[in-house]
């Protein structure tokens, strides 16, 4: 009788490792998975966030960089009354436009690559807008008209306020990429926060499981004892 009490109660224990090996194993499996499963949405996420910065950063540079280029245009119509000053503002204008153009480029250009949700249509109006405003500019620029009063009246005129439309285009777009990142921040938080909260509860309900089976177990060997008095 006693050789058969001792044989169920090894058949128990032994079941009782088996059982625990097993969900140690499961445990680590899920484990190693949830923590690939992070560094993905980490990698994904986190590429999509790069993205969108490097827009936003582009676009943010070329506003600024627009904005020198009309401060640079009124230096023209202001102090290039003689030929040397009018050549070193004019300059200057270009340079600034090359730069605020080589900006909205590389927005445009990441946009394109990225497979983000950004219109980048609005992009490339900004940059068909500021080409085409350049143009606008240069094209009622007389050097000679800047020799007099009514000459620099007169271009002023004609160009006063087209730069608004492109400013006013800037500032939305730039307003869409800021809200789309900062959405895209709590997005990123809100995924990993969900991964590690699944995580946390497949443990806890293992753990559970776990200490259900070692009190069953620790019940059928006092039932056996039991058995004995």
Known sequence: MENVKIKNVKKILLNFVLIWTFILIVIEIFSLFSLWSINKIVQIEGEKLYKISEINSSLKSADSNFKSQVQAWKNILIRGQNNKDYKKYKFDF????????????????????????????????????????KINFLKNLNPKDLMSIEGYKTIDVKVRGIDRALQNQFFQVTQEVDILYKNKQDEFVELVSQRYQQIRLFLLVTLALAMSLILFKLYKILKIDSKDL
């Not at 270009?94 to 609005?122: F, G, H, L, M, V």
């Open 94 to 133: 270009n340079k600034k436009y090359a730069i605020t153009q080589k900006k909205i480029n590389s927005a445009y250009e990441e946009c394109i690559a990225s497979i983000i949700p950004i219109d980048c249509n609005r992009i490339k109006n900004i940059q068909e807008a500021h080409e085409s405003l």
